[in-house]
């Protein structure tokens, strides 16, 4: 099977520093990949799709500068949130997305990564 | 534009009951694809099924199943025999070519099933 994961699963931080939360596709090139948060209670909201090797876009109201995605290769995006407060304490999930038939591409999640910040 | 909505927020049913969790869908395309997942508190995303815009047969995998009406654009999904383990957050999601080709999703509210013993 396709499998995505990411790191770190749990991070707690104080407000003011940046946090790095890696997404990796562990056993396919993935031609995309895709960022969430996750409010409690709420659904997933789209924040970014990024290409390996091109900027990432920016769903409407998200601050590129504060959330910095970076795509190195076909396996690895992360996201940066720089300058964190409480209220970017969230459950963010990736997920990478293959070729599969037609227009359709196959997408994948990693098992999320819960920030909380003080 | 593309929307998915699921009306019910919360459905509580006792174990072995049915339960039947709405979606509906909004696209201008012809071409498009439907997906249920299953959230448990772990927070991890669990594939269910996903349905071509093409294929509007009804789908049973074990105790699941899914009803797919293009007339009234709903994709609704049944529990059959409900257990406690179902207990969990449950979303619809859209995916057409409004999405650029790149599998963006857009998802539902979800519905929070709570299961009880």
């Known amino acids: 099977g396709a499998v995505v994961s990411q790191h770190p699963s749990r991070v707690i931080c104080k407000s003011g520093t940046s946090v790095k939360i890696e997404c990796r596709s562990l056993?396919?090139?993935?031609?995309?990949m895709f960022w969430y948060r996750q409010f409690p209670k709420q659904s997933l909201m789209l924040m970014a799709t990024?290409?390996?090797?091109?900027?990432?876009?920016?769903e409407q109201g998200v601050e590129k500068d504060k959330f910095l995605i970076n795509h190195a290769s076909l396996t690895l995006s992360t996201l940066t949130v720089t300058s964190a407060h409480p209220e970017d304490s969230s459950f963010y999930i990736c997920?990478?997305?293959?070729?599969?038939?037609?227009?359709?591409?196959?997408?994948?999640f990693g098992p999320g990564t819960r920030l909380t910040v003080l | 534009a593309q929307k998915v909505t699921q009306a019910q927020t919360e459905i509580s049913v006792v174990e072995k009951e049915d339960v039947t969790l709405d979606c509906v869908y909004e696209?201008?395309?012809?071409?498009?694809?439907l997906f249920w997942y299953k959230q448990p508190p772990s927070g991890e995303l669990v594939f269910l099924i996903r349905?071509?815009?093409?294929?509007?047969q009804n789908e049973i995998s074990g105790r699941y199943s899914w009803n797919f009406q293009k007339s009234t654009s709903s994709f609704n999904f049944t529990i059959t025999a409900s257990q406690v383990v179902d207990s969990a957050v449950y979303f619809c999601a859209l995916s057409d070519s409004g999405s650029g080709n790149t599998g963006k999703l857009i998802f539902g509210q979800g519905t929070t099933l709570q299961v009880k013993p």
């Open positions: 349905r071509n815009s093409f294929d509007e």
């Open positions: 056993d396919f090139q993935a031609t995309t």
């Open positions: 696209t201008r395309d012809t071409t498009y694809y």
């Open positions: 997920s990478a997305s293959r070729h599969s038939s037609g227009f359709y591409n196959e997408q994948f």
């Open positions: 990024s290409n390996e090797g091109s900027k990432a876009t920016y």
